[in-house]
């Protein structure tokens, strides 16, 4: 894109480090593009440290991978772990999932088996043989022997290491106020610490989009969809992979802390550890060693989530150099969005 004033020169802009920054900041820089990254808080603070991080089929409806982004979502999540030399606290044991009977279970399964996805059926010994610690197993689960979950911090903390190490600058505490733009243009953005120009200015702010945006005329829909992530402390490995059911969502972050993720109820406004209770009554009820499980703190962040309920990723409407990317779910899409972004921006 031409640009005024020889702006073509500027770097492309990445405002926000969270996953969804981070992935494209990493993927324009492997490309050969100078990338200039503003972050107000630290890489992750927000909401991608808040995510659950499950990377893969299960728990997702078969009708989600409809969407191209999305049917491309682990392939493309494979080649960019590959890409990464730093540990991102990967533990790949797979997910099992159950619903609320057995027909809804088998029904699941079916639907993702008609779109070729490697999720099979489990019996309830073959439950109880990869997670030896559940007291009670379903009749029958789905299993994704490929699902896999990491540390969120960790794994976006990496692909901005990357990046840097392919030539992108990385400014963490530094907050963009607003846009800066000449009649239809964004030239930059606006900071505390003075304005800062480039030939692209990518919004990966998460649910500040709209608002950011706004400020160029521009109408962005983003919805903020609360989830709350609740750290237990284990005094060992509980459970081997991914496990979700009527009663939890949980997984070891690492081998002493297990991880779980709730819903946010409409209006809800109190202390997020209300909301870890009921998971840990049923995390000592359900599992062998869960009366040792406590609770660490619990977090509530809204994700981003745009109205129409696929990926937005793409040049603002009415507006030169202003591009979008918000997504949901944004940890499983990252490959693919860092992907996409680099291939348009080219």
Not at 111 to 140: C, F, M, N, T, Y
Not at 251 to 270: C, H, K, M, S, Y
Request: aromatic share 4%.
């Amino acid at each position: 894109m031409s640009r005024i004033d020889g702006r073509e020169n500027d770097p492309i802009l990445v405002i926000g480090a969270g996953i969804v920054g981070a992935s494209i900041a990493h993927h324009l820089a492997r490309s050969g593009r100078r990338v200039t990254v503003l972050e107000r808080s630290s890489a992750a603070e927000g909401v991608t440290g808040k995510s659950f991080a499950w990377i893969g089929f299960a728990k997702s409806a078969a009708a989600a991978y409809s969407d191209q982004l999305r049917g491309r979502a682990a392939e493309e999540f494979d080649r960019l772990k590959r890409e990464l030399t730093e540990p991102v606290g990967l533990r790949s044991c797979g997910a099992i999932t159950w619903e609320e009977t057995e027909a809804e279970t088998r029904e699941f399964i079916d639907s993702h088996h008609a779109l070729g996805h490697p999720i099979r059926l489990l019996s309830r010994e073959d439950v109880l043989a990869r997670e030896p610690s559940l007291l009670k197993a379903p009749k029958v689960a789905a299993y994704a022997p490929g699902d896999v979950g990491v540390d969120p911090a960790a794994f976006t903390r990496a692909l901005l290491r990357a990046a840097e190490e392919n030539g992108a600058t990385v400014h963490p505490g530094t907050d963009a106020l607003s846009l800066l733009t000449d009649g239809t243009e964004v030239r930059g953005v606006s900071t505390a610490h003075g304005p800062v120009y480039g030939s692209t200015v990518v919004l990966a702010t998460g649910t500040e989009t709209p608002r950011l945006a706004a400020s160029t005329g521009a109408v962005v829909e983003i919805d903020a969809s609360p989830c709350c992530l609740i750290r237990y402390s284990t005094p060992y490995p509980l459970v081997n992979g991914i496990l979700s059911g009527p009663d939890f969502e949980i997984r070891q972050l690492d081998d002493t802390t297990l991880i779980a993720a709730e819903d946010v109820p409409e209006g809800f406004e109190n202390d997020p550890r209300e909301l870890a209770r009921p998971t840990l009554r049923a995390i000592r009820r359900l599992l062998a060693g869960g009366n040792e499980v406590e609770l660490l703190d619990a977090a509530i962040a809204d994700r981003p989530v745009p109205r129409d309920g696929r990926p937005l990723l793409g040049y603002a409407e009415g507006v030169s150099g202003l591009y979008l990317a918000a997504a949901h779910p944004a940890m499983i899409l990252s490959g693919a969005i860092g992907a996409h972004v680099a291939q348009e921006l080219a």
